[in-house]
């Protein structure tokens, strides 16, 4: 069971009521995905960024938690070098991660943590790595995508990855997903570093963007000082 109090100190919204404002955002967010599910027949979704602290994370981990409120999801964590997300959601640091089941020392299944009171299962990291090339090799995403892809259940997947100025992660995995989410912060990324980003990820599709802590956005400020807009239309690959 989730701890109510470290959610809101982690600024994690998506298990709220939709009633909530603060959910608000990955509502909108989650509408124009399922949009795109159910156009393209596409499942596995990897968020990015150009660099650390644009919110990659928080609109990973937001996102996925909104969706498992009407659909089946799954949220992977291959940001292998600085992983987060099991300590943002305070899930237990004993049990087999992601990075174990790429590295062949767990199944999948075993690394699974489901929810309760949701339909998201999490797949953290558990040890950080400073070098996982190795783990990040296409034949090795592609059996963990496909095997997520013909689960029973039939979850959208949402992939929260390494900045894309931190090595090459993001070129490994790119390959092996459906499409791309960025989330850009206005005044901190570059259009030369988006650009670029953008031309490296040819031919998975970016399918949308999300614009975090805009300064002009009409939008009011709400309690975790946080700025959205939605997701833009998604395109088909």
Do not use: W
């Amino acid at each position: 069971m989730l701890d109510p109090e470290l959610l809101r100190r982690n600024l994690i919204v998506g298990f709220e009521s939709t009633d909530s404002e603060n959910v608000h955002p990955f509502s909108v967010l989650r509408s124009q995905l399922l949009k795109h599910v159910r156009a393209t027949g596409s499942r596995v979704f990897a968020v990015m960024s150009v660099q650390p602290g644009n919110g990659k994370t928080h609109v990973a981990v937001n996102l996925a938690a909104a969706l498992s409120r009407i659909h089946p999801t799954t949220l992977v964590e291959l940001d292998l070098r600085r992983p987060s997300i099991g300590q943002t959601l305070g899930l237990s640091p004993i049990r087999p991660g992601i990075d174990d089941a790429l590295g062949e020392l767990a199944t999948l299944q075993d690394t699974g943590m489901r929810i309760d009171g949701t339909k998201l299962t999490v797949h953290r990291v558990r040890t950080p790595k400073a070098n996982p090339e190795g783990l990040l090799s296409l034949d090795k995403l592609t059996a963990l995508t496909n095997a997520i892809r013909n689960s029973d259940d039939q979850p959208i997947c949402i992939i929260d990855t390494p900045p894309a100025v931190i090595h090459d992660d993001i070129m490994l995995i790119a390959p092996a997903v459906d499409g791309v989410i960025i989330v850009v912060q206005e005044a901190r990324t570059s259009k030369r570093a988006l650009v670029n980003m953008i031309k490296s990820l040819s031919p998975t599709p970016v399918i949308g963007a999300v614009l975090n802590r805009s300064l002009s956005s009409p939008l009011q400020m709400n309690e975790y000082e946080y700025y959205y807009n939605a997701m833009s239309e998604p395109q088909s690959p």
